[in-house]
């Protein structure tokens, strides 16, 4: 342990000192190897492969057995509290029926396209912006702004990494694993000019308790998280930073909690995401393994407090020992 502990120490100072352009590709070396080996290992390992990675982030143990906090329940979740329901509404395109089918289509982004293979993607039918996702993960997309900066190659090469992968197996989130590797195009949500605040509304047991509001997501990134009173909280995760302004409720925050909850129901946690823009609400995805329980809270007393209003049943324990996806 001390030897894995000083070659640790040893990578962080030899990180600092590279551009950060090595850094990023140095980063997504790290990841890539760090899948790779969680794919070599059995379910039976899973467990103790995620109690390492949660001691390396927080500095103390997980306990499975009697989870309280948030991130501790969200570990348990990722292996035991597995469904088909989950992995479908984790998928960002069957998730739409369901949304469909609980609120209504007006609130979903108007879909272009889906395809399996990024080369059946006909560009020139595409207006000049708009969006590409991968069913199958997260933060696994393309903004594009303008069809005719659009790197096609590398964007090809990007695409064609993730139709690769199983995302389940970056963090044991073992809802992806049976999602069916799609490619969706999307319209550009255009917010006069600039990227729309994202609002994510954390339900417990189906009922809205906070709303977090992620302002410049590509920029210079700010966030800040409201009761249902929209009183500004003095918790975080990861330590981001709060605006320097006050971000005003939304006349529609009501009706956002509303559809949110619904969405939320007979789930004991869930994250309901929403684009904002100029009153008209559009549905973005359901998260039920936030930040896959690796996002540091502060203080950290509401890890606990965040933890107590989670009423997760150990009981209901769901095998994730299945034959694998892709």
């Known amino acids: 342990m001390v030897g894995v502990f000083a070659v640790n120490i040893a990578f962080r100072k030899t990180r600092d000192l590279l551009s950060p352009s090595l850094r990023k590709r140095l ?23 995620v109690r390492r990675m949660y001691r390396r982030v927080f500095g103390r143990d997980v306990r499975f057995d009697d989870p309280k ?5 969200m570990q348990w979740a990722k292996l035991y509290d597995v469904c088909p329901l989950k992995t479908e509404l984790t998928d960002k395109y069957l998730v739409r029926e369901w949304v469909t ?41 393309i903004i594009v702004e303008s069809k005719s900066r659009l790197n096609l190659k590398r964007a090809r090469k990007l ?8 995302y389940a197996y970056f963090s044991f ?56 009173e929209w009183r500004l909280q003095e918790w975080q995760q990861n330590f981001f930073r709060n605006t320097d302004y006050e971000i005003p409720r939304p006349a529609n925050f009501e009706e956002m909690v509303r559809l949110s909850e619904k969405l939320a ?29 690796f996002d540091v809270i502060h203080p950290p007393e509401y ?24």
């Open 27 to 49: 980063g997504a070396l790290r990841k890539k190897t760090r899948y790779i080996h969680h794919r070599l290992l059995r379910p039976e390992q899973y467990e103790g492969e």
């Open 69 to 73: 906090t948030y991130t501790e329940k």
């Open 101 to 141: 089918s609980k609120i209504g289509s007006s609130y979903l982004v108007p879909l272009l396209g889906v395809y399996d293979r990024f080369d059946d993607i006909d560009l020139d039918a595409l207006p000049n912006k708009f969006v590409l996702k991968a069913t199958h993960g997260s933060g696994w997309n």
């Open 159 to 166: 695409v064609n990494s993730w139709m690769s992968m199983n």
């Open 173 to 228: 989130e073992m809802h992806y694993r049976d999602i069916r590797p799609r490619i969706i195009l999307e319209q550009y949500i255009d917010a006069v000019g600039k990227t729309p605040n994202d609002y994510k509304v954390l339900c417990f047991d189906g009922v809205a308790k906070y709303c977090w509001v992620d302002v410049d997501r590509f920029g210079d990134h700010r966030r800040n998280v409201y009761d249902n």
């Open 265 to 293: 129901e007979g789930f004991s946690h869930v994250r309901v995401d929403w684009f904002n823009v100029n009153g008209q609400l559009f549905f973005g995805e359901m998260t039920f393994t936030n930040g896959a329980g």
């Open 303 to 326: 890890d606990l407090l965040l933890g107590e209003l989670w009423p997760l049943d150990l009981s209901k324990r769901q095998s994730v020992f299945g034959p694998p996806g892709i």
